[in-house]
């Protein structure tokens, strides 16, 4: 069920998720971020890189499938560890925790440190979102 | 010297990143939003951000993160997308007409057993020189 992450306590931990980085859903991101980049290195290489960040994206996806940021809502920071490169076709499962909240003026201060994990159980990616909701 | 080692030999402290601009719109935000999944009406819908201190539609935040990608996909290939690491603060939101540009330099550069590693400055400006994105970013070479 999706919950409001302001509800939520410090320690956390989200329903672990996975999804595939299928080729349309890279397609996707790699038309709507306009990255001339990384086809030309996967293409130099032959591989078929993921770009990066859309592994990222896609992870902090799956996490809003449990918890709900409101209107008004601000992306303070980030934090990314990309630990080795992503392939289309790859499955990655996620698994994230809420590593703070506090209150600051008008607002909720709160980070989320997620995982990404390939089949095999090998990190692929580490990261740190830290968000400002209002109360 | 391999082409490899000579692209290697080029980020010296202070060396600058390649630039990259980029002119947003709604449609580009739209379909980010499409691809990444993020509805937030602040991104999508005019209506309500009209309604924000915004005063109208942003990019989300991640969308510049892949444009600051893209930036250092250039730089270092596949350096970045193995062991490449950022810490970013947002400062300001991109509107959706702006056009935002992304560099950066090299702050410092340390030699070891395991290659070379850098520190980078990176952000991210609109075309008033505003800060929008700005943070650190590691590649080790």
Redesign the interface.
């Given at each position: 069920m999706n919950k409001a992450i302001e509800a939520l306590e410090k320690g956390h931990q989200f329903s672990a998720t996975s999804f595939v980085l299928d080729g349309v859903t890279v397609a996707r991101y790699v038309e709507a971020v306009e990255d001339e980049a990384l086809p030309r290195l996967a293409q130099a290489e032959g591989k078929a890189w993921v770009p990066p960040m859309a592994v990222a994206a896609l992870a902090l996806r799956s996490l809003m499938e449990e918890m709900t940021l409101p209107a008004g809502s601000i992306h303070v920071s980030q934090e990314l560890e990309f630990v080795r490169a992503v392939e289309t076709g790859e499955q990655i499962a996620c698994r994230a925790w809420l590593s703070h909240r506090s209150q600051r003026g008008g607002y909720w201060v709160l980070a989320v440190e997620m995982e990404g994990a390939d089949e095999s159980g090998r990190s692929v990616l580490a990261g740190r979102l830290t968000v400002m909701v209002p109360r | 010297m391999s082409q490899e080692a000579v692209g290697k030999e080029r980020w010296v402290t202070g060396a600058e990143l390649p630039s990259l601009a980029?002119t947003l719109s709604q449609e580009?935000i739209d379909?980010?939003a499409?691809?990444?999944?993020?509805f937030?009406?602040?991104h999508v819908d005019p209506a309500?951000a009209a309604q924000?201190p915004f005063g109208g539609t942003i990019a989300h935040?991640?969308?510049l993160?892949?444009?600051?990608?893209?930036?250092l996909?250039?730089a270092f290939?596949?350096a970045?997308?193995?062991?490449?690491?950022?810490?970013?603060?947002?400062k300001g939101a991109a509107r959706s007409h702006e056009t935002v540009t992304i560099g950066g330099h090299v702050q410092r550069v340390q030699e070891g057993h395991e290659g070379r590693r850098l520190w980078c400055d990176v952000e991210c400006l609109n075309q008033r020189s505003e800060v929008l994105v700005a943070?650190q970013v590691e590649v080790k070479l």
């Open positions: - | 980029k580009k379909r980010y499409r691809a990444s999944g993020d937030n009406p602040i309500f924000t935040g991640m969308l993160l892949a444009y600051l990608s893209e930036m996909t250039v290939g596949r970045w997308l193995t062991g490449g690491r950022l810490k970013i603060r947002f943070g």
